[in-house]
């Protein structure tokens, strides 16, 4: 029998009480085999890889396959201490599914179990993704080549809660949903002196401060104000003491894009912009940059209209088409490999994705179930 609401609740509070940091998910990806185990078998094979130990992929046989849909969900939590007073809350210290990631694994079982019980007519791969949060897990799970063989998939579907959407409300948009997004690291190397003689050092202190400002007029002057991009310094350190000089500056950020030309443009700004503002101060900075597998979350034009279509006309769903949002997620870089599809799904949180006070309405999760069968049943039809 499918999972009912009921049961994927209890199964999304254990996992909430669980949270395991990106590729240390031991024991969500134990809890998840056990509850896929007591799924009917008839169509279900798991496939686990050691290179990306808590990666878990069950393909669901399909009775007439045309083509295989993939389904991905991520598995890991954020390093957030969650309030005392949650009545479901994490048993880790300090670890918390504070960006719903057990929404998203209750919803993949719900769906999961529906298709065990009722044999689909086209081929499934659920795909359990490690480290969606930090280490790029979706790039890393495609090019170790996992999603090869009976595994490769013809187009990919997965959702995002979202807390400002009413609760099993699914948002969508063709296009770009998420921004692509790429950290910076800046390190100003100046010369170390004396407060009381400036003119003999070179105060990397001064010049962070100038290359923070100049970087901010990338976004407001070299950016078309009709498109979107951001960079954010979140992290600034220097120096030792208060009357020391200091001979090095780190800066370290985020750059965010709604696609990839606009963040490889906001790249090459920064570099020229650093470069510069390192030779008028008589000194160096060292830029680096990482993407990792955080490209933007582009929607397929004909797959994501299908989708749309169904979701506007299914009774049983409430839909709104949403903006573009300036969030990051990994499963943009499995989108730039494999047409697909991700949507939001409605959880009317009081908090904020990655708050502390995030806390999903758990009525979500068997609207996103029910969705998502109904549009996959509809898909294999065409």
Not at 4 to 32: C, F, G, M, S, V
Not at 52 to 71: C, E, K
Not at 143 to 165: A, I, K, M, R, S
Not at 333 to 351: E, K, N, R
């Amino acid at each position: 029998m499918s999972l009912t609401a009921d049961q994927l609740i209890q199964i999304r509070r254990h996992l909430h009480q669980i949270p395991e940091l990106a590729l240390h998910e031991t024991k969500t990806h134990a809890y998840l085999k056990e509850v896929i185990a007591g799924l009917p078998q008839t169509y279900l094979t798991v496939h686990e890889d050691s290179r990306l130990p808590t990666a878990l992929l069950v393909r669901v046989a399909g009775s007439r396959p045309q083509r295989t849909i993939g389904y991905r969900t991520d598995i890991d939590a954020l390093p957030v201490s969650e309030p005392a007073d949650h009545a479901v809350r994490s048993h880790h210290p300090g670890v918390m599914h504070a960006c719903g990631h057990d929404i998203h694994m209750s919803v993949a079982l719900g769906i999961l179990s529906y298709f065990a019980d009722h044999q689909p007519v086209d081929n499934l791969v659920f795909f359990f993704q490690p480290a969606e949060e930090s280490e790029s897990g979706g790039k890393q799970a495609y090019d170790l080549g996992l999603l090869t063989g009976e595994y490769q998939v013809d187009e990919f579907y997965g959702l995002h809660d979202n807390p400002d959407l009413p609760t099993g409300t699914i948002g969508c948009r063709n296009g770009t949903l998420f921004a692509g997004t790429t950290e910076v690291n800046l390190t100003v190397h100046g010369k170390s002196g004396h407060a009381a003689f400036p003119h003999e050092a070179t105060d990397a202190v001064v010049i962070a401060a100038a290359l923070i400002l100049q970087l901010q007029t990338i976004i407001s002057r070299d950016i078309d104000p009709t498109r979107c991009g951001v960079i954010t310094f979140g992290k600034v350190t220097a120096g030792t003491i208060r009357n020391v000089i200091a001979g090095e500056a780190r800066l370290e950020g985020t750059i965010r894009g709604l696609t990839q030309e606009m963040l490889l443009r906001i790249r090459q700004r920064v570099q020229e912009v650093a470069n510069g503002v390192a030779a008028s101060y008589n000194a160096t900075i060292d830029v680096d940059f990482n993407q990792g597998g955080y490209y933007p979350v582009e929607n397929n034009p004909e797959l994501t209209q299908r989708f749309i279509d169904y979701m506007q006309h299914a009774p049983q769903v409430a839909f709104q088409e949403t903006r573009p949002a300036m969030t990051g997620e990994d499963f943009g870089y499995l989108l730039a490999q494999i047409p697909g599809t991700m949507f939001w799904l409605g959880v009317d949180s009081p908090g904020a994705l990655h708050a502390a006070n995030f806390v999903p309405h758990e009525a979500a999760i068997m609207a996103g179930v029910t969705a998502m069968t109904g549009f996959l049943e509809y898909r294999m039809q065409a």
